[in-house]
């Protein structure tokens, strides 16, 4: 490997070692994400965990309460519909690319959750705070949909094991591991392995002796 791409690959680990995942409750208790104020960094990962009903997470217009971002932001589509008790083993995660106030909401327009104040902020700065799009929010009609689909996060299957999340413990585990013998081929194996092969043979001439 080269000096520039040990750098590279070194500075990419830092970056890596420095950002975290928050994750964000999404309906867990009532129609709320908990927490509903994040304070992120640039590289930071929000993992949202979808709980009963069917929520979405989408990121808003901070001058029209319940409608999308007009330009990049995300969407997790209607895809984490859930059974009351344990959360979705789906999440959605977007990543955190500045430190700009960003506003998010769901879009489930059957008992109005935005409407209702199911929403949140990522790094509230100036008037852009969650007590602002709240009450904004409380006049607000419907709640908008992008209709292109999700975006600007991907959808992370099974991330949340049904055994770590102190759920009622209905699962059927089976265990699908399969021992297979770690090979590191490496110089040292290869030349040890004829060693290895001798010692064998001076066992097996002890045992027969
Ligand atoms: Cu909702």
Not at 67 to 83: K, V, W
Not at 139 to 152: E, K, L, N, W
Request: charged share 5%; net charge neutral.
């Amino acid at each position: 490997m080269s000096p520039l791409s040990s750098l590279i690959l070194i500075a990419g680990l830092a970056l890596q070692a420095g950002a975290v995942t928050i994750p964000v409750s999404v309906g867990k208790v009532g129609l709320v994400f908990d927490p509903n104020t994040i304070r992120a960094a640039q590289g930071d990962i929000i993992e949202f965990r979808f709980w009963a009903r069917n929520h979405s997470v989408v990121s808003g217009n901070w001058n029209q309460a319940c409608t999308p971002a007009t330009s990049a932001g995300f969407f997790s589509g209607f895809n984490f519909p859930t059974e009351a008790g344990a959360p979705n083993a789906n999440v959605f995660r977007v990543t955190i690319n500045d430190t700009n106030p960003i506003v998010f909401y769901c879009s489930q327009n059957t008992g109005s959750h935005c409407k209702n104040g199911m929403v949140g902020v990522v790094n509230p700065a100036g008037g852009n705070t969650l007590e602002s799009y709240v009450n904004a929010a409380k006049s607000a009609s419907t709640a908008v949909s992008p209709q292109v689909g999700v975006f600007g996060g991907v959808i992370v299957q099974g991330a949340i094991s049904p055994t770590t999340t102190g759920g009622s413990s209905t699962g059927t585990g089976t265990a699908t591991g399969t021992a297979t013998p770690t090979q590191t081929g490496n110089a040292a194996g290869t030349i040890a392995a004829p060693l290895v092969g001798l010692c064998a043979a001076g066992l097996a001439a002890l045992v027969l002796m």
